[in-house]
């Protein structure tokens, strides 16, 4: 069977595309993060510091979810990056305080969009609006309540981001087996092996930095061994 180059190239990287939402996650999950911080800060320079990291956090999930297609999420955003700049030009500890308290039910939303345009799950994405607003202000509550530990703040990130890199890399091998079948390249189904859990005690070992570079090193290097699988078949093919 011949293969059609153009059509696997651009599926390729089409699927490859939507693990740029779990560089948007590892992002909101900071701007989640350093709004904490700024909530429980206990001076106005602290509280101002963290919410211009958070704000900035923010500003990268902007972009990173204009490139993964999670326009669902654009409004969160665009709330939470509002609500840090009035954060940051208020005049008072507790007029910052107020406005952190708002970007982080926004920040909250985030995660939550970001779920559901990773899960793909027609039924998460038909939620009704007003449940996604409870469930964010029943967070926002339960975040408020703890002092999280930085630590566990990053922790927290690691897992998050795990659980998210490993659905879309779980689709990308999924799409590269269907395509093997489908043009009968037996090169393309032998790259896709069993992968080996990393536990929560791997995490703790690593920086969330590390996390992140394994994960990404791992989508690109699967990505990449379909790809010249699937350009060597079609070598054979013609």
Request: charged residues 25%; contains cysteine.
């Amino acid at each position: 069977m011949k293969i059609n180059l153009l059509f696997i190239v651009s599926l390729l990287f089409q699927i490859s595309a939507s693990a740029n939402c779990a560089d948007a996650y590892a992002s909101a999950s900071y701007s989640l993060s350093h709004t904490k911080k700024s909530l429980n800060a206990n001076n106005f320079d602290h509280q101002q510091y963290s919410a211009s990291r958070a704000l900035e956090a923010f500003e990268k999930s902007k972009e990173l979810v204009e490139t993964c297609g999670c326009e669902s999420s654009m409004d969160a955003i665009l709330d939470g990056i509002e609500n840090l700049e009035s954060s940051l030009e208020a005049s008072d500890w507790d007029m910052g305080r107020y406005y952190a308290k708002r970007a982080l039910a926004n920040a909250q939303d985030l995660l939550g969009f970001l779920d559901m345009c990773s899960s793909n799950n027609p039924e998460q994405s038909s939620e009704d609006p007003q449940d996604l607003q409870d469930e964010g202000a029943t967070a926002e509550d339960d975040a408020i309540n703890m002092l999280v530990e930085s630590e566990t703040d990053d922790l927290e990130m690691k897992i998050n981001f795990q659980r998210l890199a490993e659905i879309n890399i779980s689709e990308l091998e999924r799409a590269i087996h269907e395509l093997a079948l489908l043009f009968e390249c037996d090169k393309a189904l032998n790259i896709i092996n069993n992968r080996k859990d990393r536990t929560e005690e791997d995490l703790k070992m690593e920086s969330f930095t590390a996390t992140k570079a394994h994960y990404v090193s791992q989508t690109v290097s699967i990505h990449n061994k379909a790809l010249f699988a699937l350009l060597e078949c079609s070598k054979q093919a013609n």
